[in-house]
């Protein structure tokens, strides 16, 4: 296990007393911290698919299928995840550096699948890695369950990859298979497909004597790089081919066993994609280990064994510092759900690299300040006025793998924040990953749609990304949380939970290294935030004076009547019609949380001017969300139109719009207004649900109305917002701790047991939950923002009970 080599080791005791690194040790970290993020389950659209962080390298992925009948397969042969067709998969454990283990689901293959992935550092290439594919049958299988496994690997790019030794001639492997190849960043590699455990099906027919099932098929082909990624359809167009020959050979009266009749032809050689099947008889076992040339020693199926163990339990020791589920959480089932449900963000994350489409003709009906602005903006789009852009790469993780496979900047600022927790470098790595996405101007595109693969699952209508919108920017909230963690170390050196964290906190436990970070950082930051001051300013000539003079409203752009897509919740009502002086109270409140903390972050690096200019951005927004958008009839916050009077009107539609001053951090826990704020939260007519906060008001007429997506339903990231901020004025003396530290409890419990419940029932996280019923709806195995709830349940226990009711 990485943690525990001695460079590892070494660097905890730098860290201990403090030394400054030189160069070479910075270096050397920077190394060890890159080679242990290399490789990973890194095609999360996959069920299970590995690949390096290398724009074009080698791919791996694996597929299978149930072959008893000769119609099913078409339906069940498994490869990118798909929602509705499994009773559950996903990752039980996982660590970016070590690895971990998934297990699936399959009930019309009648199988369960593992898959055990695990990391083993060495070498000048990023060390190697090892696989362990076992298949159990499930109960309802026959006791002679066939299956057929496919493992395959690709290459892109320049480099060889070739099978070793088989030949054409015979009628498959008989033990291990091996691969050998070889790229300028990988340098010398093998593959080795094991020759595993399990029975081998005996057909009796007499194409069996042509292709024994107790041998390993592989097939080695060339195709164009982007057929690549289609390997299912490769596959099937192959297939075909094969059965047309056997099935005239043999009569339609004695066709050939469907486990016989879906294989490849055995034809190994070089080539740009290799095919390696295997045809079981009952539970099996094999391992893929890729062994890195460089590496010392090469790794073999006993040492994957022994580390399978090692991850496993250093994960579970490390995970219940970090994340243990505090009270009335304390049955072990939580920390499991809690296990799972970070170890699927954290096994979720991906490496993207292709190009995207961008639509930069600065159309001027892309100024939106007229009214009627929204047609001419649909207009315009109409035009397909996109070019291609890039290639560029993101690593980053995702809301759902099967259904949204690809970054999204405002989910993943939430993501980001449990992972901050278990791996700083990581977090970081990945903000830097993002603002490299960054373009001149200081816009990050909001959803990354990158390569044609990324590109398939996405309606043409939706894949075009335009310079003008705008996301929310969360990612300064975790910009937030890593300088909460430097001045937590900085006061409290002695932190066991920080101490136990530190081997994955270079740049927190190298103060240097911090400030390294965070000034290469600052620059990007600076222009994104100007970016967004600029682009999403509002127009607010006929507000009062006091407001004005300061200039801080602000308006999304690229709304229609119906939705606000770039605010992240799409169909909330808004001001009807749109009118360009609109102003948005979830973005002015956005921009004081992203003022807030890049005043933090001057302040850090000594820019005293810069700290100074932010800090009267800052006041004026705090006022002016005031000033501008609460209404005392109301008695809450809202957004803002120019009425038909042509004067200042607000638009209040209860919900977490309303709440986001509250949310971002913007209500003091001494504000005048907070007691309307809780009221709102913990009106049961309004907001408070059983099973966590509305997003819209019961009583709004809007509620639960036409697609119903933010007009009711419970979603987890704003409710851990609200969540944490409810401990955070519980935790503060204040005319509202009371008050705030029950609410606080009760809605902790509300949202831990509602994803809990649906998650024991269906086996999935879902992307929000009824109001009604507290069921997770919508889509599937949503492994995003919903694993919040992980951090909730970490959260204190302020109930104060001394007898617990526990759950
Ligand atoms: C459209 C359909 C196969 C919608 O979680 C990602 C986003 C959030 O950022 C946003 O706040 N989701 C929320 O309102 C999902 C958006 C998916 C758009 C994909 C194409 C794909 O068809």
């Not at 040339?293 to 090692?310: H, N």
């Not at 809202?638 to 971002?664: M, N, Q, R």
Request: hydrophobic share 35%; with cysteine.
């Amino acid at each position: 296990d990485s943690r525990h080599s001695p460079l590892w080791k070494g660097l905890a005791c730098l860290w201990a007393l403090q030394l400054p690194l030189t160069s070479a040790q910075v270096a050397g970290i920077e190394k060890a911290t890159n080679d242990s993020l290399l490789w990973g389950p890194y095609r999360p659209n996959l069920y299970f698919g590995v690949r390096p962080r290398i724009p074009k390298s080698l791919m791996g992925g694996l597929m299978w299928t149930r072959v008893e009948d000769y119609s099913s397969v078409q339906n069940t042969f498994r490869h990118t995840c798909e929602q509705h067709e499994l009773d559950g998969y996903g990752w039980d454990e996982y660590d970016v550096r070590s690895g971990g283990r998934q297990t699936i689901h399959d009930p019309a293959n009648r199988i369960d699948i593992t898959t055990e992935f695990i990391k083993f550092p060495g070498g000048e290439h990023g060390g190697s890695w090892g696989a362990r594919i076992k298949g159990t049958p499930r109960e309802d299988a026959s006791p002679n369950l066939r299956t057929t496994v496919l493992w395959y690997n690709s290459l892109e790019g320049l480099g060889s990859l070739e099978v070793q030794g088989a030949k054409a001639e015979e009628t498959g492997v008989e033990g291990d298979v091996v691969l050998k190849g070889q790229t300028a960043e990988l340098g010398d590699f093998q593959v080795t497909i094991t020759e595993g455990k399990g029975d081998h099906p005996l057909t009796g027919h007499p194409s069996y004597d042509e292709k024994p099932l107790d041998r390993t098929l592989v097939h080695s082909g060339q195709v164009p790089e982007d057929a690549l990624w289609q390997v299912k359809n490769l596959l099937f167009a192959h297939l075909k081919g094969q059965i047309d020959q056997l099935i005239p050979k043999y009569g339609e009266d004695n066709p050939p066993p469907p486990a016989q009749v879906y294989t490849i032809q055995h034809q190994p050689s070089s080539g740009n994609i290799h095919l390696v099947q295997k045809v079981f008889e009952g539970p099996f076992e094999f391992d893929v280990i890729f062994s890195s040339g460089s590496a010392p020693t090469k790794i073999t199926s006993e040492d994957l064994t022994e580390q399978i163990d090692s991850v496993t339990s250093g994960f579970s020791t490390r995970f219940a510092d970090i994340f243990k589920p505090q009270a009335p959480f304390l049955k072990e089932r939580y920390e499991e759900f809690s296990k799972s449900l970070f170890s699927n963000l954290i096994g979720g994350i991906g490496y993207f690299y292709g190009d995207s489409r961008v639509d930069r003709s600065y159309d001027s009906a892309y100024e939106e300040d007229s009214e009627g602005f929204w047609e001419e903006a649909a207009e315009a789009r109409g035009k397909n006025q996109a070019q291609f852009e890039g290639p560029s790469e993101l690593y980053t993780s995702i809301p759902s793998r099967p259904f949204f496979p690809r970054g999204f900047l405002w989910d993943e600022g939430f993501h980001l924040l449990p992972v901050i927790d278990w791996d700083a470098d990581l977090t970081l790595d990945i903000i830097k990953s993002w603002f490299k996405l960054m373009d001149e101007d200081g816009w990050i595109g909001r959803e990354q749609i990158l390569g044609a693969e990324a590109r398939s699952k996405v309606p043409e209508e939706f894949q075009v990304q335009f310079p003008h919108y705008a996301n929310p920017p969360t990612l300064f909230m975790v910009i937030t949380s890593f300088l909460d963690k430097l001045d937590a170390l900085k006061t409290d050196t002695s932190n066991e939970k920080l101490l136990h964290e530190k081997s994955y906190f270079m740049q927190l436990s190298n103060r240097e290294a911090a400030l390294q970070y965070l000034r290469t950082l600052y620059p990007l930051l600076k222009r994104h935030y100007f970016w967004f001051r600029k682009t999403q300013a509002g127009d607010i000539k006929s507000y009062d004076r006091e407001a004005f003079s300061t200039k801080e409203g602000y308006r999304w752009r690229g709304r229609t009547p119906q939705h606000i897509l770039t605010s992240g919740l799409d169909d909330y009502p808004r001001a009807q019609p749109p009118h360009p002086g609109e102003l948005h109270v979830d973005l002015i409140s956005w921009m004081g949380m992203m003022t807030r903390a890049i005043k933090r972050i001057a302040v850090y690096l000594g820019e005293e001017d810069d700290a100074l200019e932010f800090a009267k951005y800052d006041e004026a927004i705090t006022r002016n969300i005031d000033d501008l958008h609460w209404s005392d009839r109301a008695k809450t916050y809202c957004d803002a139109t120019i009425d038909d009077y042509e004067e200042h009107a607000l638009v209040c539609h209860k919900g977490y719009i309303s709440l986001f001053p509250f949310l971002t951090g913007l209500v003091d826990k001494d504000s005048k207004r907070l007691g309307a704020v809780l009221d709102l939260i913990a009106d049961e007519e309004e907001l408070w649900s059983p099973y966590g906060l509305r997003s819209l008001s019961k009583n709004d007429e809007f509620y639960h109305t036409a697609e119903d997506y933010w007009r009711g339903p419970i979603w987890m990231n704003m409710n851990y917002l609200a969540v944490s901020q409810l401990l955070n004025i519980a935790q503060h003396k204040g005319p509202h701790q009371t008050r705030a530290k029950t609410l606080y409890t009760e809605l902790r419990k509300n949202l831990v047991n509602t994803v809990y419940e649906s998650w024991k029932e269906t086996g999935f996280a879902w992307e929000q939950y009824n109001p009604e019923t507290g069921k997770g709806q919508r889509t599937q195995h949503f492994t995003g923002w919903t694993s919040l709830v992980v951090k909730i349940m970490a959260m204190p226990d302020l109930s104060g009970a001394r007898v617990r009711d526990e759950l």
